[in-house]
């Protein structure tokens, strides 16, 4: 069982399933998203994903047709997106896990748009957008 939160607590949820895969996403969405030089996510099953505490404070915000990203209203803490063409997963914010992930998988995508401040210094595949 794996428990997450945003910054301030108010937002809590739990994923009962293992965390296997974790992307680091370098696209200028993601950027503005997060603040940063990229964003890493990781696919949970929508269903196995359940707020504890918090459904007041989430806020969405669209900033392309079919995508929400969803976020603390109160800390502003990016915390899930979630594609209307998949229902069924959720790209959690792994920042916002408090408890420990180890995946089998990781890689980095949409590397053509990466910052040129930041170096990828790991052994993970790169790819030009997500992979297949």
């Known amino acids: 069982m794996h428990k997450g939160s945003c910054l301030c607590g108010n937002v809590q949820y739990e994923y009962e ?9 370098y696209c200028n969405q993601c950027q503005k998203g997060q603040g940063t030089a990229f964003v890493a996510v990781a696919p949970v099953v929508a269903n196995k994903f ?4 918090g459904q007041a404070y989430l806020k969405e915000f669209s900033a392309s047709p079919g995508k929400r990203r969803v976020f603390c209203g109160e ?14 997963i959720k790209r959690l914010r792994v920042g916002t896990l408090d408890t420990i992930v180890q995946p089998s998988k990781q890689y980095h995508a949409f590397v053509s ?16 957008r997500l992979p297949e």
């Open 17 to 25: 399933c293992e965390i296997n895969e974790i992307s680091r996403c």
């Open 50 to 53: 359940r707020l504890v505490k």
């Open 75 to 88: 800390c502003g803490s990016p915390l899930y997106s979630a594609r209307d063409d998949l229902p069924g």
């Open 113 to 128: 748009q990466k910052v040129s401040w930041y170096e990828i210094n790991d052994e993970y595949n790169q790819h030009q």
